[in-house]
């Protein structure tokens, strides 16, 4: 039925990315690609869930998605790569318009970029790979601009700037010790 046909697409996914983490040992292309192939399935089959069959609400769909997101990542910090880092965050970033909320709601949303900044600039920490800081910057702004003047958005406004706030510093921290070296 419709629950087989996710389980069996999550199932999938997730083999393909323990068969990319033990196939990175020996050839590192071979298991980034196995790695975001089994992630992109797994962001794939939830939206799918979400399109069609709804068994997910968003919130378990978006958890479900950064975990997979998260696996990637950790994988790019054990390997020392900054390719596969750089696929993570992406799909770190995509993985919100794939949950087909219904009532998409900014605080959550912005709750969930903050977890994938301190990710970001975690795996900028242990490797070095500043231009992950920049991408992260350049996901919080794009989400961002639909909300920036909107009226809809008046009332959660001392949230919002709360956390543009918390994104400019964690920005500003990170370049600045990158700059320095620190």
Known sequence: GPMGR????????????IG??????????????????????VLLTIFADREIYQNFSSLAGLIIMF???????????RHKNEALAITSIVLAGIAPMLTNSASPD???LFTYL???????????????FRRLTFISLIIVFLYSLPIIGASQYKAHEDALLLFSFFFASIFF??????????
Do not use: H, P
């Open 20 to 41: 990319g983490e033990a196939r990175t040992k020996n050839s590192t292309y071979q298991g980034s690609i196995f790695l975001v192939l089994g992630s992109s399935i």
């Open 106 to 108: 900014v605080i959550s």
């Open 6 to 17: 996710i389980v069996l697409g999550l199932i999938v996914g997730v083999l393909f990315m």
């Open 67 to 77: 975990l997979s997101t998260a696996f990637v990542g950790l994988s790019s910090v």
């Open 114 to 128: 903050t977890v994938v900044t301190v990710g970001t600039v975690w795996v900028v920490v242990l490797t070095g």
């Open 173 to 182: 921290v990170t370049n600045s010790t990158g700059i320095l070296k620190l």
